[in-house]
């Protein structure tokens, strides 16, 4: 299994989140689920293979390529919810 930073930097901030009790829970969560999807599908949206049903495989792509995308943004905002707690 490849290495995903999505995932190591919303399970840390989830932790930390869920063991000092903050607020905001559900950001790092939903990058946590966003970044497992993206770890699983990478590859498959990154082939050129479309398959038999090639609109509706394109727009999957396209679905599953904004879901690695907020999992990529999400890391950032993961790391702004740590400074938001903090201060």
């Not at 840390?12 to 905001?24: D, M, P, R, Y």
């Not at 990058?31 to 949206?45: E, N, P, Y």
């Not at 890391?75 to 919810?81: E, S």
């Amino acid at each position: 299994m490849k290495f995903n930073s999505a995932i190591v930097i919303s399970l840390l901030v989830s932790a930390i989140g869920f063991f000092f009790g903050q607020t905001h829970l559900w950001i790092p969560l939903s990058v946590l689920m966003a970044g497992v999807i993206d770890l699983f599908t990478r590859q498959w949206i990154i082939s050129d293979k479309l398959g038999r049903a090639v609109i509706f495989s394109t727009l999957l792509k396209f679905v599953l390529a904004l879901v690695g995308f907020y999992a990529m943004l999400g890391q950032i905002a993961c790391l702004a919810l740590i400074f938001y707690w903090i201060f």
